[in-house]
């Protein structure tokens, strides 16, 4: 069973610009009519905003939505190899990559997730949690942009927001072309799945978003080739922003239920 990796340059779980497509991609990928699928928001620190959001959007999708929150381990303990290993899908959240890579690094999630991918599992992963898979990954953890260390599960290199954030784009440039490895420039709302740590699709979710191949060439020389993409957008019925009312209603939901992970 060929492992699958989903990284995604940018995606929000709110209505707009191709991120209910993701989603609907996401369960599509997963094959299952009811699917399990969980979060991990480590790299920004498990906020109840991201948890209620993904739990809403998810499960309003019939997928049986849950989350892992590393920083409310002690109020919640879990078997985290046992809930990972049950699930369809892992998604690894955005955030700081810094922070991210040390505190799987403080509880052996890396080597949990390369269990679950072994296994079959589909590790979904957006922004810095599309990054962390790479060699090297542009951060803004400390403020200004510059290049870090991810796990090193693919070669290589991803910038991610890539027209979204123009000085994390001219950082990645610059890095590339002083010898960082090459690699990939992701704008919000694409994606490449990695199968066996091989490109097996790029898609984007919206229109003008894209992704290029980055590679260093001589005398410090960068270049960027765009790749061809399969064009996933398409309506999905449903109207407006995400409703912070919504969101108020699910984070009440999840407070009092019997979630694992939940806050107390």
């Not at 920083?71 to 190899?81: A, N, Q, T």
């Not at 960082?180 to 979710?205: H, N």
Request: proline fraction near 4%; charge should be negative; charged fraction near 20%.
């Amino acid at each position: 069973m060929a492992s699958r990796l989903l990284l995604m340059g940018g995606h929000e779980l709110d209505r707009l610009d191709g991120n209910e497509v993701l989603c609907d991609f996401i369960l599509e990928l997963a094959g299952s009519a009811s699917p399990r699928i969980c979060l991990l928001p480590t790299a920004s620190g498990d906020p109840d905003d991201q948890i209620s959001r993904f739990r809403r959007s998810f499960g309003s999708r019939g997928a049986e939505a849950s989350e892992i929150s590393l920083f409310r381990l002690g109020d919640s303990p879990v078997d985290l190899e046992t809930h990972f290993l049950t699930q369809d899908v892992i998604y690894v959240g955005g955030g700081s990559l810094l922070n991210l890579v040390a505190v799987w690094g403080a509880h052996g999630i890396y080597e949990l997730l390369c269990e679950a991918l072994e296994a079959g599992v589909l590790v979904c992963g957006q922004s810095a949690g599309a990054m962390c898979w790479f060699e090297r990954g542009v951060t803004t953890s400390s403020g200004t942009p510059a290049l870090a260390d991810g796990l090193g599960l693919l070669p290589g290199s991803l910038c991610v927001h890539y027209h979204r954030d123009s000085e994390r784009r001219a950082a990645y440039l610059t890095g590339v072309g002083a010898g960082a490895p090459d690699g990939y420039g992701a704008d919000d709302q694409t994606a490449l799945l990695f199968e066996d740590g091989t490109v097996t699709r790029a898609i984007t979710a919206r229109t003008g978003a894209g992704i290029w191949k980055v590679a260093g060439g001589p005398a410090g020389t960068v270049s960027e080739t765009a790749l061809e993409l399969e064009d996933i957008s398409r309506p999905t019925g449903r109207e407006g922003p995400a409703s912070s009312l919504d969101d108020f209603r699910e984070l009440n939901r999840w407070r009092t239920g019997s979630g694992i992970g939940r806050a107390r």
